[in-house]
């Protein structure tokens, strides 16, 4: 059963506009909430976090939204630029279990030029 | 910080053979993690250590998988016998646990095609 679901497999965005991915988790007691990003032949990289007590965490161009009632995250990346092609994996932990990340499948963005 | 560092790069071996996929964590984390990543699947946790120690290794598929971490600076993740279903990218990362802010940071990865 999969916790931490990102239901688009690929994305595709031109240059200048908006880039949203979202992300779903069924696991009421996660309250730690990441988004890696990926390029080919290297290691998942960490983007921006955002804690449960929070509803919004905002760093340059990119901006991660949290509805709890929901079970929802986002991702705002805004202006996208080509450089933002990669995949984007959201991750999720419950930190008090002291349990380590657990991801979805991830997310292929391609920003068109 | 060189950060994690995964070898080899890639790995081809036959069905059958022994594969032994090693990393060496960022100095200084004490929890490590093995990682699969395939496209079916995506990012899959294997099994991770804390201090050495391994903590969770139910998502170790088959008994055909083995990992240790026999100290701080390094892991090995082995499988034997090898099959073509075990064909991915395998991932090692390190961070640090417990912690409220856990960032866990990747290695390059294994890519291992088992023909």
């Known amino acids: 059963d999969q916790q931490v679901k990102q239901n688009s497999p690929s994305l595709s965005v031109q240059e200048g506009r908006i880039s949203i991915l979202n992300c779903d988790y069924t696991?009421?007691?996660?309250?730690?909430f990441l988004w890696y990003k990926k390029y080919p032949a290297e290691g998942p990289t960490f983007l921006i976090s955002?804690?449960?007590?929070?509803d919004k965490n905002e760093d340059g161009r990119f901006t991660v939204f949290l509805n709890k009632s929901a079970k929802h995250l986002s991702l705002h990346i805004v202006p996208s630029q080509p450089g933002d092609s990669a995949v984007y994996f959201c991750a999720a932990r419950r930190v008090s279990g002291n349990t380590p990340l657990v991801f979805g499948k991830g997310t292929r963005l391609s920003v068109i030029a | 910080d060189a950060g994690v560092i995964q070898s080899p790069r890639h790995e081809v071996t036959e069905m059958g053979q022994e594969v032994t996929l090693r990393c060496k964590p960022i100095s200084g984390h004490n929890s490590l993690f093995w990682y699969r990543q395939t496209m079916m699947r995506g990012l899959e946790l294997l099994i991770y250590?804390?201090?050495?120690?391994?903590?969770?290794d139910s998502g170790m598929p088959e008994d055909r998988f083995s990992a240790k971490m026999p100290n701080a600076s390094f892991s090995t993740l082995k499988i034997q016998p090898s099959e073509p279903r075990d064909s991915a990218v395998y991932f090692c990362?390190?961070?640090?646990?417990?912690?409220?802010?856990?960032?866990?940071?990747f290695g390059p990865g294994t890519r291992l095609l088992v023909l």
């Open positions: 955002i804690s449960s007590i929070k």
């Open positions: 990362a390190s961070g640090a646990l417990p912690g409220v802010k856990e960032t866990q940071y």
């Open positions: 250590f804390n201090n050495n120690v391994p903590i969770d």
């Open positions: 696991n009421s007691m996660f309250d730690y």
